[in-house]
């Protein structure tokens, strides 16, 4: 499956950017979606993810209340909506997908695609 991330920008503190996963195939509804990002000079870290039927959601504690995802499959689409920005949410954002035998996964090792990032900035 091949992922394009769309929708990052630049938005003050307190704003809010809705992220769109586009992917290509017809087996997107069987793959579970997650969110990373990465800052300048930081690893890579988890942000969200969703079951391949968009029934269950897990977030980490910094975004939690925050940002929200979601699944369009018979758009073959994944979203993150993301409010309440911080300074410190800037970063690449990237949606990758992976296809097992769980609902959620959270660590970057478990997935096999991935998009190519796209870049959210948040003025303080």
């Known amino acids: 499956v091949q992922l394009q991330a769309s929708g990052g920008g630049l938005v003050q503190a307190g704003g809010s950017l809705r992220l769109s996963c586009a992917a290509s195939g017809r087996t997107f509804s069987s793959y579970s979606m997650g969110w990373f990002r990465q800052a300048p000079g930081k690893e890579r870290e988890f942000v969200a993810a969703?079951?391949?039927?968009?029934?269950?959601?897990y977030y980490s504690e910094s975004v939690k209340g925050r940002f929200s995802t979601s699944r369009d499959n018979a758009k073959n689409t994944v979203y993150l909506q993301m409010n309440s920005l911080k300074p410190e949410d800037t970063a690449v954002y990237y949606c990758?997908?992976?296809?097992?035998?769980?609902?959620?996964?959270?660590?970057?090792?478990?997935?096999?695609?991935w998009g190519q990032g796209t870049l959210v900035t948040v003025s303080s």
């Open positions: 969703i079951s391949w039927s968009g029934d269950i959601t």
């Open positions: 990758a997908a992976v296809k097992g035998t769980m609902d959620i996964y959270y660590s970057d090792y478990a997935y096999d695609y």
